[in-house]
């Protein structure tokens, strides 16, 4: 094996010194599950979707540096076992009725979910209470989709520099995207359509007014091509 | 070992299909299977069934549910699949995770009635019904697996004919139903 390269699923990865595992995989057109990690923003390491077995030791790879000669397991049945019940438990931990969500076909839960084969939540809901914010004219917030991500607070801490989203509240229940004004509402900030946070959210709580269904079910980013390739290639 | 030249005739599958809290879209998305219908008459029969109006279920290999559970009548035609087929199959969206009947599960269920029949202004106030002939509902609208155990997962809303018709031929022939990319729908 060449000096920087590691083994992923048997196959030799080149990296730059530096790079994660995530981001050298990727450039190599190797698809590994994730859900938190944008090749914009630094890793947030919290969905746990991008495990993967260095040396046989369960790791994040959008937060571990690629090292040279490490052997990288990735989509072992193992793993991918283990992703989908992580996904179960995120669908049944919100409010997923894709039939109704504008999202349907350009998200990346659900596009994760079936490259992963996910046919049930398997898991009893828990069918939560949670908030939408329909006080912005262009933007409608729906809560009940929120994996928690925080590519939102990212994106407008970051990218923006307006701090619109902030993480707060603890435990299951109270763990929640808090919206930075002194009603809580998002109408009552300076955010705007065109901020990189309004178009950030991988699944469906950040939604632009008015264009729901400017392109419709079936032509959609990952209608075209499973998101094992969409997220490789973008 | 004996030669045996005579084929064993072939017995037909059975099978039964309800809708419980769904809007028998799934059930038209079956038929949507057009003329291969022809084809699965050759290898299944059908027991309860909208197609045969038979009103219980009989014993039975495969069992279909389509919508979730949202009242006690749900409940008992579930029980009723469950103890007589061998193999249940959750399809649609509402029988996988309750689906649209199912985003009623964050109001108060008495707010709901109330408010559909006596207070809306321009809806009919003729009082809740308690006709003793209506099933009651459920306080919560539950997807099919949190009330029996369920073999098999077909999501969609609905699931298109093509994955339905993959989903029964891999059941079919014995094999693990495997529904890929474009196949595969929650919507
Ligand atoms: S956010 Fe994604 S998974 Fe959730 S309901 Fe919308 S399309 Fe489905
Ligand atoms: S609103 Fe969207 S981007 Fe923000 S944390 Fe939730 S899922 Fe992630
Ligand atoms: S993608 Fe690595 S933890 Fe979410």
Redesign the interface.
């Known amino acids: 094996m060449s000096e920087n390269t590691f083994l992923l699923d048997g196959e030799a990865i080149p990296f730059v010194p530096g790079q994660t595992v995530m981001q050298a995989a990727k450039a190599a057109g190797k698809y590994i599950p994730h859900l938190c990690w944008h090749p914009e923003f630094k890793p947030h390491g919290s969905c746990k979707l991008c495990t993967v077995k260095a040396n046989g030791r369960f790791v994040s790879s959008c937060t571990m540096e690629a090292a040279a000669g490490v052997t990288i397991e990735n989509r072992t049945p193992e793993l991918d076992d283990k992703r989908r019940t992580l996904l179960q438990l995120l669908?049944v931990e919100g409010?997923?009725?894709?039939?109704?969500?504008e999202k349907?076909?350009n998200c990346l839960l659900?596009a994760t979910?079936?490259?992963l084969?996910m046919?049930?939540?398997?898991f009893?809901?828990f069918?939560?209470?949670r908030p939408v914010d329909a006080s912005h004219p262009d933007i409608l917030l729906d809560f009940n989709r929120c994996i928690l991500c925080s590519l939102c607070v990212q994106a407008s801490e970051q990218a923006d520099k307006k701090n619109v989203f902030v993480m707060g509240g603890r435990g299951m229940r109270g763990r929640r995207i808090i919206i930075n004004s002194e009603s809580g509402k998002l109408g009552d900030t300076d955010f705007a359509a065109s901020d990189r946070a309004a178009s950030i959210c991988p699944v469906g709580v950040i939604l632009k007014k008015r264009v729901g269904f400017a392109v419709p079910?079936g032509e959609r980013k990952y209608?075209q091509?499973?998101a094992s390739v969409v997220e490789v290639t973008k | 070992m004996n030669a045996n030249t005579a084929t064993p005739a072939k017995t037909k599958l059975r099978v039964a299909t309800t809708s419980l809290a769904g809007c028998f879209g799934c059930h038209m998305s079956f038929l949507d299977i057009d003329e291969r219908i022809l084809q699965l008459v050759e290898l299944v029969e059908f027991d309860r069934s909208p197609i045969t109006d038979i009103k219980h279920c009989g014993p039975c290999d495969l069992g279909i549910i389509e919508g979730g559970v949202c009242n006690a009548e749900n409940v008992h035609v579930l029980h009723e699949f469950r103890k007589n087929c061998k193999i249940l199959v959750a399809m649609g969206a509402c029988a996988v995770n309750g689906g649209l009947p199912a985003q009623r599960n964050h109001l108060d269920l008495r707010d709901i009635l109330e408010e559909v029949y006596q207070t809306e202004p321009g809806l009919t106030h003729g009082g809740i019904p308690n006709d003793p002939e209506l099933p009651l509902p459920l306080n919560k609208v539950h997807p099919i697996h949190e009330v029996v155990k369920i073999d098999y997962f077909l999501p969609g809303c609905p699931p298109p004919a093509d994955a339905i018709w993959k989903f029964l031929t891999d059941l079919l022939a014995g094999r693990t139903p495997h529904l890929g990319h474009g196949l595969l729908h929650y919507d």
Do not use: R
Request: one cysteine or more; aromatic letters at 14%; proline letters at 14%.
């Open positions: 669908f409010n997923h009725f894709c039939p109704s969500c349907s076909g659900q979910a079936y490259d084969g046919m049930s939540p398997h009893d809901h069918f939560p209470d079910i209608d091509a499973p």
